[in-house]
């Protein structure tokens, strides 16, 4: 079973550019997430979809950070524009129904982001 | 808000000595998840419990969830240098959102 496909793996921007992140998720699977981690510090979730719907954006800063998932499938995740705090690891993890509560979630290898 | 906190947040070890992660909620938990991640990998997941005072074994690792269901631990027993890593609770709130306590990196010397 091929896993949660993120890209790209690195990326370097100079502060007040754009950037977009690109995740796959396990195929079959309704929910799909993304989580910010920075240095030294646990996974934050950004934005939860299950299929093609927003189930919890409440962390997500949505003057600078978008995310659509239009087919249910794929995913991608902007910042426009950066700033030097967003410098971290997103990480993109999916899991087969997510609202239930005993569900698994599967995370990709992550983007790290480092803005200058 | 809602809180998960993780101690330590470092572990240096000897290989075969004994190592233990804490987790505590703020609030009670509906289940809680143990992640590992390994230096530039993401996290893994290893475990999942449910019920109050549960305890599940997977080889040399003791998982255990408090009566209360706001608390956890990790146990590894006879440390190897393999267990190096970051290990993660994530305790899962009654919305349903997953929340990760800050991590206890473990560093074992040979």
């Known amino acids: 079973e091929a896993g949660v496909a993120q890209s790209p793996r690195y990326k370097i921007i100079e502060k007040r550019q754009s950037v977009a992140f690109w995740c796959n998720p396990i195929?079959?699977?309704?929910?799909l997430y993304w989580y910010q981690q920075i240095l030294g510090q646990g996974p934050k979730l950004l934005i939860q979809?299950?299929?093609?719907?927003?189930?919890?954006d409440s962390q997500l800063p949505k003057d600078r950070f978008s995310a659509e998932r239009l087919k249910g499938v794929d995913s991608t995740l902007k910042i426009q524009p950066a700033k030097l705090e967003d410098s971290a690891v997103y990480l993109c993890?999916?899991?087969?129904?997510?609202?239930?509560?005993?569900?698994?979630?599967?995370f990709g290898p992550g983007t790290r982001l480092t803005v200058l | 808000g809602q809180q998960v906190m993780q101690i330590p947040q470092y572990q240096h070890v000897q290989e075969g000595e004994d190592f233990t992660t804490y987790c505590n909620s703020s609030?009670?938990?509906?289940?809680i998840q143990w992640y590992k991640q390994r230096p530039g990998g993401h996290p893994v997941f290893l475990i999942q419990?449910?019920?109050?005072?549960e305890v599940k074994k997977q080889k040399r690792l003791t998982f255990q969830f408090g009566e209360a269901k706001k608390n956890s631990s990790l146990h590894i027993t006879a440390t190897q240098t393999t267990d190096v890593g970051t290990y993660f609770c994530?305790?899962?709130?009654?919305?349903?959102?997953?929340?990760f306590g800050q991590g206890t990196t473990l560093q074992v010397k040979p």
């Open positions: 993890a999916s899991s087969l129904e997510g609202v239930r509560a005993r569900d698994t979630q599967y």
């Open positions: 195929s079959g699977h309704a929910t």
């Open positions: 979809f299950q299929n093609n719907g927003v189930v919890d």
């Open positions: 609030t009670t938990l509906s289940n």
């Open positions: 419990l449910v019920k109050s005072g």
């Open positions: 994530a305790g899962r709130v009654w919305t349903g959102k997953l929340i």
